[in-house]
């Protein structure tokens, strides 16, 4: 049985763990912006910086940034979390993505695993969720990241009427002196 918000919600341990990354299962009250072709988007989530996590009719997981970004990030609930299990710093690899290229966001995601501060913390969170859960690893989730962002047709607005844009972003690694230096 495929994994929902509400079975997930119903294991407040899990939601815990998951808030150590950064992820709350609480939406937003007021909507601060709209997707075209979807009458009530359906917010299961937010994270720390503002961002909200949206759950919608097709099972794709959208992310929508606080700074007018927005794409889908996974094909259903399940692969949301459990990309956000094994790539918790996600969003950082888009952000490296040197705008969209599938062999920066890999080599985004192994500087961004050796410069964990809080490693072994963040690997008891994830042996702690996959295993409540029943929760297989991916196979590779910085592909299934790639994938689902750069087939996103999703088209989010701002209250104004003007569009989200990608959540691929320009920078590489090498733009960062602490991530260069950790992919060497």
Known sequence: MPLTP????ASSEVVAWLGSFDISFVPDEEPWFTI???ESPRQIGSDGSGGAFVLLPSQDVLYVSSE?????I??????FV???????????????????DLAE????????????????EVNEA???ICGALDLPEPDDPVGALYDAVAASGAIVRATDGSPFTTLFNRFSIDNNPMLRDSAA
């Open 6 to 9: 509400e079975a997930l919600t």
């Open 126 to 128: 994830r042996e702690e």
């Open 74 to 79: 996974a094909e259903s609930f399940e692969a």
């Open 82 to 100: 459990q990309l956000v299990v094994a790539r918790p710093y996600w969003l950082d690899i888009l952000k490296f993505s040197a705008g969209g």
């Open 105 to 120: 966001m890999r080599r985004a995601a192994d500087a961004l695993e050796a410069t964990l501060e809080n490693g072994d």
């Open 68 to 72: 007018g970004r927005a794409a889908i």
């Open 36 to 38: 075209d072709g979807v």
